[in-house]
């Protein structure tokens, strides 16, 4: 069966920032969503695993390793959205910056706003923290907006795929007002 696209897709650039998150599934489900969301580009910093690239300086073996969990639940999207490995964060942020993006913290924090009042902007750099401490504080406070997901139940989070699956739907889809 043959998946229809959306008619009208808002004319949004979005890119993805995943920084310090451990777990080499979240990277790749994090990868097979930004596919399916229209995600521009992937951004990889500090020790967050990332796909096989030919320039790649890891050890072999490491990164085989890391490539084959990344792969099993990419499941190829790692090949079709565009992505880059870059340690130092700051310098993401600053070129991102730089290129017009607004910084967006995906976060529960005091000054975040509930996702669905959040009116997304024509460029949005989506940042994606640890999956137990969430965002360093530093960075947040770089963030030109915080947004968070309003929930019930007694648990504190969802888990950072949902949650950026969540943040780039909305991002991907609300009209501009």
Request: glycine content about 6%.
């Amino acid at each position: 069966m043959e998946r229809k696209a959306p008619s009208i897709p808002p004319p949004r650039e979005i890119v993805l920032v995943v920084h310090d998150i451990r777990s080499t599934h979240n990277v790749g489900s994090l990868l097979r969503t930004a596919e399916c969301l229209g995600v521009t580009m992937v951004f990889f910093s500090g020790y967050t695993p990332y796909p096989d690239t030919p320039e790649d300086s890891r050890l072999p073996h490491i990164r085989r390793k890391l490539a084959a969990q990344i792969e099993k639940t990419a499941l190829g999207a790692e090949k079709l959205v565009s992505w880059r490995y870059e340690a130092d964060v700051q310098a993401v942020l600053k070129s991102l910056r730089a290129d017009g993006y607004e910084l967006i913290g995906l976060e529960q924090d005091s000054r975040s706003q509930p996702l669905p009042s959040w009116s997304p902007p024509p460029k949005a750099a989506i940042l994606l923290g640890r999956e137990v401490e969430g965002i360093d504080p530093a960075l947040l406070a770089q963030c030109d907006t915080v947004v968070e997901i309003p929930q019930f139940g007694s648990k504190e989070s969802l888990n950072v795929v949902q949650a950026a699956a969540i943040a780039l739907y909305q991002a991907r889809f609300v009209p501009y007002t």
